[in-house]
């Protein structure tokens, strides 16, 4: 509650001062937000702000920084896997061209691999059953809540064989339907913000992967625990920094 308290009044004080300042020309999303009109031109009130705020920390930066830790914990737990990344990423003839980082097969592997044996998001959101239907053997009735379990899903040994080991050549041997591979959900409630966090990821592990040395603090496996509707490192993959490589420029080195 203290903490809630001191996000929201960090944020209110924000959208006070850019009341009391407007520009024009500003394009982050707060200033996108706030002129934001509905379909009668009304414009979000404080609370609405302050919600859509919270929604895209939580949605757009905790789980996108979990998957990053879970990468950079298979990487370095598997010496083969982070051997086969950093030749991909050594390949490269611009580091610097991020479309063609997106590309790359086996970075967009370990990522997708990733994602599939310990999915950030758990659940799917609720759905509300409104006609008598029956999936399979399973009769589902009028005002009954259902939830898809992803995890459950990305652990199927018919769909993922041996489902327990992280293995990111099943994605470069096979193409997942988009119900078999549900990191972000499916069908037209599918996360949104899906081809972003993706990017984001895959941009962010490869500036890591390329400019520093690391080191799991200790080899002893990492396993998931529940934080709220994600489901994150357990001891929160300690990692030791053993040295830099050549950097080009500071932009380069954003980790």
């Known amino acids: 509650m203290r ?4 996000i929201d009044k960090a944020i209110y004080e924000e959208i006070e001062q850019r009341k009391a300042h407007p520009d024009g020309s500003r394009q ?3 200033s996108l937000l706030m002129s934001a009109t509905d379909g009668a031109g009304n414009y979000l009130n404080v609370s609405e702000l302050r919600d859509e705020l919270i929604t895209l920390m939580l949605a ?11 990468a950079l914990y ?3 737990h598997l010496p083969e896997v982070k051997r086969k990344l950093v030749a991909e990423l050594d390949s490269l003839e611009d580091s610097s061209d991020y479309m063609a980082i997106a590309k ?3 970075l967009n ?8 044996i310990y999915p950030v998001g758990m659940l799917t959101f609720t759905r509300v059953v409104q006609e008598a239907t029956e999936v399979l053997g399973y009769e589902f009735k009028p005002g009954q809540i259902v939830a898809g379990c992803i995890y459950l899903v990305h652990r199927r040994e018919d ?19 988009p119900y078999e591979f549900i990191p972000f ?3 037209s409630r599918r996360c949104i913000g899906e081809a972003l966090a993706q990017f984001e990821l895959k941009l962010a592990i490869a500036t890591i992967i390329k400019n520093y040395d690391l080191a799991l603090a200790d080899h002893k496996p990492e396993f998931p625990q529940r934080r709220g509707i994600t489901l994150a490192p357990a001891k929160g993959v300690k990692m030791v920094l053993k040295g830099v490589k050549t950097v080009k420029s500071p932009d380069k080195a954003i980790a």
């Open 60 to 70: 757009g930066h905790e789980t996108t920084a979990t998957a990053m830790s879970w």
């Open 74 to 76: 298979w990487i370095h």
């Open 28 to 30: 982050d999303i707060l």
């Open 185 to 187: 959900g499916a069908g």
């Open 159 to 177: 769909i993922y064989p041996e489902p327990k080991q992280f293995k990111p050549e099943r994605f470069l041997e096979r193409q997942f339907s």
């Open 104 to 106: 790359l097969p086996y």
């Open 109 to 116: 592997a370990v990522c997708q691999e990733t994602l599939r």
């Open 3 to 6: 903490q809630r308290k001191a």
